[in-house]
């Protein structure tokens, strides 16, 4: 895994480090537990229910959720793998790296996943609802894919001004070395 950064910071659209296939977590170590602290830090902080690694530019299979705020209810998932995706259901969806743009999408109700904690051992959970609509959101980021992809033409509308913002800002911060 490439070495995480001392301090974690949101990386934003049109980054295109967000549209990377992150690779697979192959060591547990004590670097891979501090990442995960750090990232359910910055999750809390941003007041968002889940942050995946692309998110603070570590292109690495993981992600952190979230979504009661109850300290009992962290969840850091690597190398997650989703399946038994049932039902559809749409929701309104937001993306801290998309910073107040919402989308309404479709995505299943209920979900299996499959990932190893933090310490490599194996879990099995099932979700639905908020939480199933959690982890694909996040399973999208760990294959580079983001909720505008998906958008309806009325979404696109609504949301062209502050896409343009960001891919300004993106600009004028990528020439301001
Ligand atoms: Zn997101």
């Known amino acids: 895994m490439q070495k995480p950064p001392a301090r974690l910071s949101m990386v934003c659209y049109p980054d295109p480090r967000l549209r990377k296939v992150c690779a697979p977590v192959e060591e547990f170590g004590p670097e891979l537990a501090d990442l995960a602290g750090k990232m359910l830090e910055l999750m809390r902080e941003a007041q968002g229910v889940g942050l995946a690694a692309p998110q603070v530019g570590v292109l690495s299979r993981l992600f952190v959720c979230n979504v009661t705020s109850e300290p009992e209810d962290d969840l850091v998932l690597v190398n997650p793998v989703l399946s038994e995706l049932e039902g559809d259901i749409e929701g309104e969806e937001g993306c801290l790296s ?32 908020l939480l199933a609509r959690c982890w694909q959101h996040e399973c999208d980021h760990l294959d580079g894919r983001l909720i505008i992809d998906r958008m309806s033409e009325a979404d696109r509308i609504a949301n062209r001004k502050l896409l343009k913002e960001l891919e300004k800002k993106h600009s004028r911060r990528a020439i301001a070395l």
């Open 98 to 129: 998309i910073p107040d743009v919402t989308v309404k999408m479709r995505r299943a109700k209920s979900c299996v996943m499959r990932a190893l904690d933090v310490h490599g051992k194996p879990m099995e959970l099932r979700a639905e609802d």
